[in-house]
């Protein structure tokens, strides 16, 4: 009997309309978990470098979480990965919903789709009934309207739809799959576009075991109300109309102007209004006692749900105000438009245009309104119609396609992807580590255990760590309690924060837990549900696997190792980790270089931040120390005789 | 005999619709209760509660299992409340042919929503205490109700609905045939 987890993976090849129910290894489960970390173990297996990201040979790969469907409050966010022809590396997107726990009653921990289908199709499934439809009749179709219709066509309001819009049927770069009102943004719509599936509708009515049920559902009642009742866990964004902190603190437009004294309590008083007046109700995701979706009615414009700062992307990107975001936002859902990236890439070609290096001749009939003109863009990105074929490949593609200057405008990428507009002053060392060498893309992915800022008091601090119970280690403490200015922190303490705040990610996204009960929040406050210290006895109670402390952060390593190990296959180095120039107002090379070899060193990584055979070996994944050798990524310096003699004789 | 009035609990959960969030931890607290044995699975499709839901026109309905029938209605009203368009079905328990609610997904059976009597008793049903919303809330009222004049015997009941079938005639020969074993 397997606990937590179906062991079955749906493999779904589309060229060839095969459907294939495939038993997992129990192993992998102990070493990679779920989710994320199975998905990156599937392609370091499946996908080798050559595979173009277009090719029918890369995978689209749906995850549900290890304790997706047990009674574990707040763990319903899929994992989606596969590689992005954006970035060229590993895709990083996660939603939430009702997705996962369906996925996995219907039988199944992962759907796995590769090929390409000739033509539009759906992907239809309930429990052991699975069939590839015709979606011919849902061509350009948006997303939640996708779901409405399949819902009422399979008669069964009880399925669980993702579905890609016109952004992703015409692989726009930055599409997103979305479900209800939740999104899988960064990179994964344009493959599922490629692969010619406009939806997957999913009902499953299966049990799922675990290990220990009746303790396991004990601990969840208790966790359950103790998330329910506390500040500090889920978006506090939801109840709080204050935002200064966004729009006074980051920059505006194409990442470039910041607004400082924008916020007043005329405009905080107005946009609550604006909120309130327009809301039906807020929302949760699966199992979660939190509400951080605000779903909003927008005269004309068809319901949408938000959370976060994916109100502020589109204002603050077009120059405008919250009813400016509340009448895109929808509309943008809709065509499946990651709302992170995609208000950049706009902004991007506006400056372009005031600039001179995109013309009227580029943009005929462009609107004077910069609001029209975002409507404008969209259109034309969507469709990928004349300057939107070129800018629907993302800002850092787009900016290289245009040339003639247009690369100088590109300021806000690493690794070829959009970042949060954040231009600040003085550097923030662990930002620095986050950004640089973070392969979530994404800062909010990466960030969120250890607080953006010291506290301006010791007794502040002091009563800070006195009650913080999410620390992996009493040395936590000592960093925040010494820690006075931001931009003054040792090199030690930036590697293990930086450590420990991508740790929580890596282990969320791969047992499928939300962000804001465990990795991203306790940033803010300090007083987090789910942490390194509680984690292994859901995680053992589920699973029947006698997890620890220990063997967990091990587990950590080994899969943000492998995610490493599949980017780095693909050509990633040393070279990309670098944030944009203007990130900071004040820089110093030789301080950030030496801070990125300590980081290199403190992960087990080499120079080029390639992980080292005894990092890999030392984890278990000599299977990617052999592939690095073989390749010559890894050099054979600690040779070994034994084996060279063996391929001598085998040569001869 | 003449009876009196009499008093008897009436148990009640009252669900406020705009409360509900949708997060469907009501499904899963009765499925885990009603799992035998209990807590074993968490599984919605055997719960006894279910939220109607739809994103697109912002429905969100909890209802609670009720009769099995036989036959889907023929016909059914649609409800416009404060300008929101419900089906009826948004608001009916019935385990009913026209629909998979509230049916034990390997046996077809129907399921019925039994408040989660137990022994000992909760406090409050099972769904209630997981809603972190109070969408659902419990509700115990004393009613007085008037005792039936008399009490028909269970056997009374069972030969009335024997003779109803067979005939006063034969269910005679069957009892005279029985007593002579």
């Given amino acids: 009997m397997r606990y937590a987890e179906t062991g079955v993976n749906l493999e779904i090849d589309l060229s060839r309309g095969n459907i294939e129910r495939v038993e997992t290894d129990p192993r992998d489960m102990e070493l990679y978990l779920g ?80 090929g390409k289908a000739p033509d539009l199709v759906y992907l239809y499934i309930h429990d052991d009934t699975v069939e590839i439809r015709d979606a011919t009749h849902l061509r350009g179709k948006g997303c939640t309207e996708t779901g409405d219709i399949l819902k009422k066509e399979l008669k069964d309001d009880r399925v669980q739809v993702a579905a890609i819009g016109l952004a992703g049927e015409n692989r726009v770069y930055t599409a997103s799959i979305d479900h209800g009102h939740s999104s899988a943004a960064r990179g994964v719509g344009v493959i599922m576009g490629d692969k010619r599936l406009k939806a997957i509708a999913v009902r499953g009515t299966k049990d799922i075991h675990v290990a220990k049920p009746a303790e396991l559902f004990e601990l969840c009642m208790h966790m359950h109300q103790q998330i329910g009742g506390s500040d500090g866990c889920g978006d506090w964004m939801a109840v709080d109309e204050d ?115 995109l013309t009227d001749k580029d943009l005929p009939g462009l609107p004077a309104d910069s609001g029209d003109r975002f409507f404008y863009l969209m259109e034309k990105i969507v469709r990928r119609e004349g300057i939107g074929d070129i800018l629907a490949n993302g800002v850092s593609l787009a900016a290289q396609q245009i040339g003639n200057g247009a690369e100088k405008y590109d300021h806000n990428t690493i690794k070829r992807f959009e970042q949060l507009p954040i231009k600040l002053g003085k550097l923030n060392p662990p930002y620095f580590l986050m950004i640089a060498t973070g392969e979530k893309m994404a800062i909010t992915q990466i960030e969120g255990s250890f607080p953006q800022d010291p506290l301006p008091t010791m007794e502040e601090r002091q009563a800070f760590v006195d009650k913080w119970e999410a620390v992996p280690n009493e040395k936590f403490k000592q960093y925040f309690l010494e820690w006075e200015k931001r931009n003054d922190i040792s090199n030690e303490a930036s590697c293990a924060i930086t450590d420990w705040n991508e740790a929580m990610h890596y282990i969320d996204d791969s047992i499928g837990l939300c962000g804001f009960v465990s990795s991203f929040r306790g940033q803010f406050g300090g007083e987090i549900a789910y942490h390194i210290n509680n984690i292994p006895d859901f995680l053992t109670l589920a699973t029947g696997v006698d997890m620890t402390k220990d063997k967990l952060w091990e587990c950590f390593q080994r899969i943000r190792t492998l995610v490493r190990a599949n980017n780095v296959r693909r050509g990633m180095r040393r070279k990309d980790e670098r944030p944009p120039e203007d990130h900071w107002a004040v820089r110093d090379e030789a301080f950030e270089q030496k801070l990125l070899d300590d980081y290199y060193a403190f992960k087990g990584w080499n120079k080029e931040g390639v992980p080292t055979r005894e990092t890999l070996d030392k984890l278990g994944l000599s299977y990617v120390s052999e592939d690095f050798l073989r390749r010559g990524i890894l050099a054979d310096t600690e040779k070994n005789p034994a084996t060279e003699t063996s391929v001598e004789s085998e040569k001869k | 005999m003449k009876a009196g009035l009499k008093k008897k609990i009436v148990k009640e959960i009252k669900v406020d619709v705009d409360k509900c969030t949708g997060c469907r931890s009501c499904e899963l607290a009765c499925s885990a209760f009603h799992a035998a044995p209990r807590y074993s699975s968490m599984n919605p499709s055997r719960s006894r509660i279910r939220v109607i839901m739809d994103e697109v026109r912002d429905v969100y309905v909890p209802i609670r299992a009720g009769e099995y029938t036989q036959a889907e209605c023929n016909g059914r009203n649609i409800y416009t409340i404060a300008g929101k368009e419900y089906s009826e079905c948004t608001f009916c328990p019935a385990s009913c042919p026209s629909r998979d609610y509230f049916k034990e997904p390997d046996s077809g059976l129907p399921l019925k929503c039994d408040m989660c009597e137990s022994v000992p008793p909760l406090p409050e049903p099972m769904c209630v205490q997981a809603c972190e919303f109070d969408a659902l809330t419990y509700e115990e009222r004393e009613e007085e109700y008037e005792e039936e004049e008399l009490k028909r015997d269970e056997m009374e009941i069972a030969f009335e609905s024997l003779i109803k079938k067979y005939g006063l005639k034969q269910v005679l020969q069957t009892a005279s045939r029985l007593s002579k074993r």
């Fill in chain 1, 243 to 357: 935002d200064s902190f966004h729009h006074d603190n980051f920059a505006w437009g194409n990442a470039r102007t910041r607004r400082r004294g924008f916020w007043s309590k005329e405009l905080e008083e107005r946009w609550r209004r604006l909120k309130y007046d327009h809301m039906d109700r807020q929302t949760s995701c699966y199992n979660c006692p939190k509400k951080c979706r605000n779903v909003i009615s927008w005269p004309g414009r068809k319901r949408f749900g938000y959370k976060c700062y994916g109100k502020d992307t589109y204002h603050m990107a077009a120059f405008k105000e919250l009813d400016f975001t509340y009448d895109i936002l929808g509309v943008a859902q809709e065509y499946g438009l990651d709302s992170y990236s995609t208000p950049q890439v706009m902004a991007f070609a506006l400056e372009l245009y005031e600039n001179g290096i």
């Fill in chain 1, 35 to 114: 989710g994320q970390g199975t998905a990156a173990k599937i392609l370091w297996d499946r996908v080798p470098p050559e595979v173009d990201p277009f090719s029918p040979d890369n995978l689209l790969i749906f995850s549900t979480g290890l304790l997706h469907a047990t009674p574990v409050p707040a763990a319903n966010r899929v994992a989606v990965n596969t590689f992005s022809p954006q970035t060229n590396l590993m895709s990083h997107s996660l939603m939430g919903g009702f997705f996962g726990p369906e996925m996995k009653h219907a039988g199944y921990d992962k759907i796995i789709i590769r």
